[in-house]
């Protein structure tokens, strides 16, 4: 009788490692999701389905001009009423509905500007601190550059070469935010690149592409995920800007940054144009901060054992 000869096929060390990690970061990835904040996470969410649902939850069209409505107070100031729970602004427009039709144009380019950004800024990253040499001197040249500019005003030049619009948003704050993860991402890359598994992983012949997918992009999820959610408020806070300076979202296109602008004029005497998409910009931009602290203590092995 002939008996099956049990066959083995080796595994690198090198692909042992990063396999064994990857499957190691998932498991904690798992862990800390289940212990998240409530009330940031609440926050996030809220603004997240004013976006989404923006024409179901909305009581009013947030374009329509409505002149004997104008500048209705809140429901809790004298004179309010329920058909305006926010009041409404110089035009008769719902600051509600407006308030909830900006977080749809606020949070896109946001997210857009994000992956963008991000990704860009990782493969940059990856590449300059990898390959080194001139690749790595003429990138990171070219982020130092980037970094050293004022964020607003090559915004603002970008606005008037190309016109406004969420395109030219989200390509102006593309073009300044992918530096800040390149360099980052590269310092963790020389860090890493001089470790056992990636020598190992060149030793036994793969590719600089295999390494970097296989090998160095799974220990750098973690400082990613941080990276992205501690940038997500300045972005926020970059593009109401570019809305109050007028070289946002064109009107009548609410965007949060706009709808603070239409109310700077009338603030003593209809504060709440203003306040309310104030209020939201602050709200949003704490809770994304401190779920992203709450993520870097959690995720980077240096803090949270502290």
Request: hydrophobic share 50%; glycine share 10%; net charge positive.
């Amino acid at each position: 009788m002939v008996y099956p000869v049990a066959t083995h096929y080796p595994v690198s060390g090198a692909r042992f490692a990063a396999q064994s990690g990857l499957k190691y970061r998932l498991a904690r990835a798992w862990t800390v999701s289940r212990k998240i904040p409530i009330l940031p996470t609440a926050i996030i969410g809220l603004f997240v389905l004013f976006a989404l649902f923006a024409p179901q939850l909305s009581p009013y069209d947030p374009t329509q001009i409505a002149l004997p409505q104008k500048l209705k107070p809140p429901i809790f100031v004298e004179g309010g009423s329920l058909a305006h729970l926010l009041g409404t602004d110089n035009l008769g427009r719902d600051v509600l509905s407006r308030l909830i039709w900006g977080s749809r144009v606020s949070l896109s380019v946001t997210g857009a500007v994000v992956v963008v950004s991000s990704l860009v800024g990782l493969l940059i990253g990856l590449a300059s601190g990898y390959i080194g040499g001139r690749t790595d001197s003429v990138l990171m040249r070219v982020a130092d550059g980037s970094i050293a500019f004022p964020a607003v005003l090559i915004a603002l030049l970008f606005a008037v070469s190309l016109g406004p619009g969420v395109t030219t948003v989200i390509l102006a704050l593309s073009v300044l935010s992918w530096a800040n993860y390149a360099r980052i991402v590269r310092g963790e890359v020389l860090h890493l690149r001089q470790l056992e598994f990636i020598v190992g992983a060149r030793v036994i012949g793969c590719s600089p592409a295999r390494v970097m997918a296989m090998h160095l992009f799974p220990n750098l999820l973690d400082i990613w995920v941080v990276m992205i959610t501690l940038q997500v408020g300045l972005i926020v806070l970059s593009e109401a800007a570019l809305g109050f300076l007028g070289a946002g979202v064109p009107p009548p296109t609410p965007s949060w940054g706009s709808l603070v602008s239409d109310g700077r004029n009338l603030i003593d005497t209809a504060w709440w144009i203003s306040f309310f998409p104030g209020l939201a910009i602050g709200l949003l931009v704490l809770s994304v901060n401190y779920l992203g602290d709450w993520l870097r203590d959690r995720m980077d092995p240096r803090l949270r054992h502290r």
